[in-house]
């Protein structure tokens, strides 16, 4: 592979979160029961009139500026024609001629390299219905039809798997940080990747033949995907064959593309959508829609570093939305980033792993009780030891940490003068010891705070206790 280089473009198609569609007021929800969100603007029926959705064209505002793009004063609709059975208009609505946003990057690192993948458009369009494959028979789900996409076409940049990932990942970060644009989820379909790669002998004046890797399910996938074509289309010009411009799928199992068909040019008719005027984009609109954004996806990458979080969890957070707001909301609440890093992303995590299920599988009433055993561990009313125990019975039971507490006995024990009374009995038990201990102070008071544990069964409060002993032990002097 060291005598090819490979230059690679992707395509990603964005489902944007919005409650409605993308020209009509139908609900966009693809995890409905199938063909239930469809109405006659969806499916283009004569005499209906699309309406643009005002929440979309905003976000789509958002995207091109933090994607550092030119922002188009006035926007167009337009007609793709062609005829597909999962295109009941004969023509999808998208942005040819007029993209709300052109000429951007995005900037990533690998291997400790920074790079700026050019942007070349971002559009808005309308997603097509849904097709599932059962017994042989092709099945259309019509609850997609219409749901608001944003296309993001990037320059052919990319030159391996690990920058592929990069972009995908930092793309995902920005889509998901600023101004919540889309769930960006490629396991739902929220977030598809076409891989467009060529291979070409290194010092070769023009590109190699390009070939499609169509709706790849994960980054990872991407980075498997264009690791196979590499080696397929260099081993091709090995043995003197010709790479065709095929249109290919990734095969997970097998961790190979797989041929779906030849690749020919299209003659999509575009033309203008004549049901949609020109939209003017006015300077104060589009400042009113970068305000809904509130933060950038660096003005969250200073907070969590400001918060001395090492680039590990920084990383977790950044790749997991639901989980930065927990995080965040139990920061909000307990003003400990340490507790929130300890509890959530170390205890909770690890008990969702074991699982196999995500933060947004456990309840609002979880994590409010979790934040509740935080502030009765900042009180010393239990130790960390019992703090575990007690989370993971909220996380297993769903019951609330005065409830566990009670039901284990674990309430501390914090009354200095009742710890002075038991710590002044022990001591007069193993007086002989102290006394023989004196020149080794930290080991006399380990002993007694380990009687004291173990007679209390761990329910007197460490700090407390530590405290009184030493006055105790003072006085002795």
């Not at 199938?34 to 958002?62: H, W």
């Not at 502030?375 to 703090?387: F, V, W, Y």
């Not at 002075?420 to 006394?435: A, C």
Request: glycine share 4%; hydrophobic share 40%.
């Amino acid at each position: 592979m060291n005598n090819f280089k490979t230059t690679i473009g992707i395509e990603v198609h964005t489902v944007v979160n919005s409650k409605t569609k993308m020209f009509s007021g139908t609900i966009s929800n693809h995890n409905d029961p199938v063909n239930q969100n469809i109405n006659e603007i969806d499916l283009g029926l004569p005499g209906t009139m699309p309406s643009v959705n005002d929440l979309v064209v905003r976000k789509a505002i958002c995207l091109a500026n933090a994607l550092h793009m030119n922002i188009a004063d006035t926007i167009t609709f337009d007609r793709k024609n062609y005829f597909y059975r999962d295109l009941p208009k004969g023509y999808q609505i998208t942005q040819q001629f007029n993209p709300i946003g052109t000429d951007g990057y995005v900037e990533i690192e690998v291997n400790g390299k920074k790079k700026k993948i050019h942007v070349e458009r971002i559009h808005m369009e309308e997603d097509t219905a849904k097709q599932i494959k059962v017994d042989g028979r092709v099945l259309l789900d019509y609850n997609r039809c219409g749901m608001p996409l944003i296309e993001i076409v990037s320059k052919p940049d990319i030159s391996s798997g690990e920058e592929a990932m990069a972009y995908l990942t930092q793309l995902k970060r920005i889509l998901t940080f600023c101004g919540e644009i889309s769930d960006a989820k490629m396991e739902d379909g929220s977030l598809r990747a076409d891989v467009n790669i060529s291979v070409s002998l290194y010092g070769a004046e023009k590109y190699g033949t390009r070939v499609e890797i169509k709706n790849i399910n994960s980054i990872s996938n991407v980075s498997r995907a264009i690791a196979y074509e590499q080696q397929r289309q260099a081993s091709l010009y090995l043995q003197g064959k010709n790479v065709t411009p095929d249109t290919r799928r990734f095969d997970d199992a097998k961790g190979e593309t797989v041929f779906m068909r030849n690749k020919e040019a299209v003659d999509y008719h575009f033309m203008s959508e004549g049901n949609i005027l020109p939209i003017a984009l006015s300077p104060s609109y589009k400042q009113e829609a970068l305000r809904q954004a509130k933060y950038t996806l660096e003005d969250i990458v200073k907070t969590l570093t400001d918060l001395n979080l090492d680039k590990k969890i920084i990383n977790l957070l950044l790749d997991d939305y639901p989980l930065y707001k927990v995080f965040r909301k139990v920061i909000y609440e307990t003003d400990d980033a340490q507790a929130a890093v300890t509890w959530i992303l170390v205890e909770l995590v690890g008990l969702l792993k074991k699982d196999n299920k995500t933060i947004e599988q456990v309840s609002p009433l979880k994590i409010t009780y979790i934040i509740e055993m935080i502030k009765i561990l900042q009180k010393g009313s239990i130790n960390a030891k019992q703090a575990k125990t007690v989370i993971a019975e909220i996380y297993k039971d769903e019951l609330a940490p005065d409830v566990i507490i009670k039901n284990h006995n674990f309430k501390q024990i914090v009354d200095p003068i009742e710890l002075d009374r038991m710590l002044r009995v022990i001591i007069d038990k193993n007086f002989s010891m102290v006394m023989k201990n004196k020149e080794r102070p930290e080991r006399v008071e380990k002993m007694l705070l380990g009687q004291l544990m173990k007679e209390t069964q761990g329910q007197a409060n460490p700090v407390v206790a530590t405290e009184v002993l030493r006055k105790i032990l003072a006085e002795a002097k």
